[in-house]
């Protein structure tokens, strides 16, 4: 089994920073993509950034310029970021990850289990 747990979220004012971790445990033999979601009260889940083991990253358009995502692939950990925060960067965060837990194996896409984010104005 594999399990995402991610940290670093909390309540910031407009403008403020934060940066959020994400380490993968358990059974794995290689992670490809990484990335990080979100969902605001009332919305659905939307794309932040994602990034391959390679260090290819991509990142809506809401965000691009004030967040960065990086990732330690010894570590298996991705990060996030966030600088300038706006009211509207409020909601849950969520890492997921591609892994393949053993050779042979199909890649499975898992997901951690949020962390809030919650800017004030």
């Known amino acids: 089994q594999v399990q995402l747990v991610e940290s670093g979220g909390g309540l910031v004012q407009t403008g403020g920073s934060l940066r959020l971790s994400c380490t993968a445990s358990?059974?794995?033999?290689?992670?490809?993509?990484m990335g990080w979601y979100r969902q605001a009260p009332g919305k659905q889940r939307e794309l932040v950034a994602t990034?391959?083991?390679?260090?290819?990253?991509n990142y809506a358009d809401s965000v691009k310029g004030r967040f960065t995502i990086s990732r330690d692939n010894a570590k298996n950990t991705v990060y996030l970021q966030m600088n300038g925060l706006k009211p509207e960067d409020t909601a849950v965060y969520y890492c997921?990850?591609?892994?393949?837990?053993?050779?042979?194996?199909?890649?499975?896409?898992?997901w951690g289990q949020g962390t809030q984010v919650a800017v004030s104005s």
């Open positions: 997921n990850a591609d892994v393949r837990p053993r050779v042979g194996d199909l890649f499975r896409l898992y």
């Open positions: 990034i391959t083991s390679g260090g290819s990253t």
């Open positions: 358990g059974k794995i033999f290689v992670v490809n993509v």
